[in-house]
């Protein structure tokens, strides 16, 4: 069974700094791994998927990226502002029949203080 | 075009009653996903539905949850005779292709007081 857990649970952080958040996953038989931003009360906003086969990908300020044999993910976010603040969800998709179900972590809260 | 949408957004409801959620998915999507977030805990799949059909409902409790995604209209996850640990955000997600392209709405969030 997949487990996704996530490191820290909470993070603060002054605005401008560079910080990383991590995701371990227990089965790397994965399809990809997707990661979120979750607002309170809000919904889930997609920031940045990799496939499998990738080692990373890069959106703006946010760079992800993924070593499938160790099962380990991170999300490092440069220059952080305070609208970053948010919880951010990692996800995975596992391979094979079930490739339609995301198994998620706990996710990390994030906070960035002006 | 419009996402994902659910309603309502906040729910409450007694212990006892039926609590009826509604997702339309965006338009040209005809796979519909069910999560649920209980506190302090991370998003359970709950339900795959396709139009008609439900294709893999392992994660739904066995009694009182039941969900559809009818020819016309919206997908319903229906629970009946709600209780306090029913309280919870749920999320639906739909995607054009099964596994592919997963947008998600805003989640209604279930009050059961």
């Known amino acids: 069974k997949q487990e996704v857990t996530q490191i820290p649970a909470a993070l603060s952080v002054p605005e401008g700094e560079n910080l990383v958040l991590n995701c371990s996953f227990t089965?790397?038989?994965?399809?990809?791994l997707q990661w979120f931003r979750q607002d309170p009360g809000k919904g889930l906003t997609s920031l940045l998927l990799?496939?499998?086969?990738?080692r990373e990908q890069t959106s703006g300020r946010l760079n992800a990226s993924l070593d499938k044999s160790s099962g380990r993910s991170t999300l490092y976010i440069a220059a952080s502002q305070p609208g970053d603040s948010a919880t951010y969800l990692c996800?995975?998709?596992?391979?094979?029949?079930?490739?339609?179900?995301?198994?998620f972590g706990k996710g990390t809260l994030l906070t960035v203080n002006p | 075009n419009a996402g994902v949408m659910q309603n309502p957004r906040h729910l409450v409801r007694r212990r006892g009653q039926e609590a009826r959620l509604r997702c339309s998915p965006m338009?040209?999507?005809?796979?519909v996903y069910w999560y649920r977030q209980l506190p302090e805990e991370g998003l359970k799949f709950m339900v795959y539905?396709?139009?008609?059909?439900?294709?893999?409902e392992s994660g739904m409790p066995k009694e009182r949850f039941s969900a559809e995604f009818p020819k016309e209209g919206p997908s319903i996850l229906r629970i009946q005779q709600v209780v306090r640990g029913d309280s919870a955000a749920y999320f639906c997600?739909?995607?054009?292709?099964?596994?592919?392209?997963?947008?998600f709405g805003s989640g209604t969030r279930l009050t059961v007081v």
């Open positions: 997600a739909s995607s054009p292709q099964q596994a592919e392209g997963y947008t």
């Open positions: 089965d790397s038989a994965i399809y990809n």
């Open positions: 990799i496939q499998s086969s990738q």
């Open positions: 996800a995975v998709r596992a391979s094979g029949g079930s490739n339609y179900k995301l198994t």
């Open positions: 338009k040209g999507h005809s796979h």
């Open positions: 539905l396709q139009k008609e059909n439900i294709i893999d």
